[in-house]
Nanobody, 124 residues
Framework: QVQLVESGGGVVQAGGSLKLSCAAS????????MGWFRQAPGEARAFVAA???????YYGDSVKGRFTISRDFAKNMVYLEMKALQPEDTAVYYC??????????????????WGQGTQVTVSS
């Protein structure tokens, strides 16, 4: 079992920045891909970014060039730095991790473990 706890969400004006953090605990030695999905009201959960054990990164088309994912293996942390935020980025952001590789997550297939989610609201 892997437990994930997110932090760092909040309210920001359009054009602003936020950094999300996700702390993993438990059976983290087996974790391959870690990343983020988001869910806006009335929409399905969507892939945002993922990073593998080799630190190769993947991004959803709508966030490329604005968001950066990073991973601290020693601390079992994954981060999502978000810049140039737009109202359409408003969503609950979920940390996701598990045995599936990051490229599988990028194809839309999430891993088994989820955090509780953190709200990001971008005002216009």
């Amino acid at each position: 079992q892997v437990q994930l706890v997110e932090s760092g969400g909040g309210v920001v004006q359009a054009g602003g920045s936020l950094k999300l953090s996700c702390a993993a605990s438990g059976d983290t030695f087996s974790v391959q891909g870690m990343g983020w999905f988001r869910q806006a009201p009335g929409e399905a959960r969507a892939f945002v970014a993922a990073i593998g054990r080799g630190a190769i990164t993947y991004y959803g088309d709508s966030v490329k060039g604005r968001f950066t994912i990073s991973r601290d293996f020693a601390k079992n942390m994954v981060y999502l730095e978000m810049k140039a935020l737009q109202p359409e980025d408003t969503a609950v952001y979920y940390c996701n991790a598990g045995l599936r590789a990051a490229y599988v997550m990028a194809e839309g297939t999430a891993n088994n473990y989820w955090g509780q989610g953190t709200q990001v609201t971008v005002s216009s």
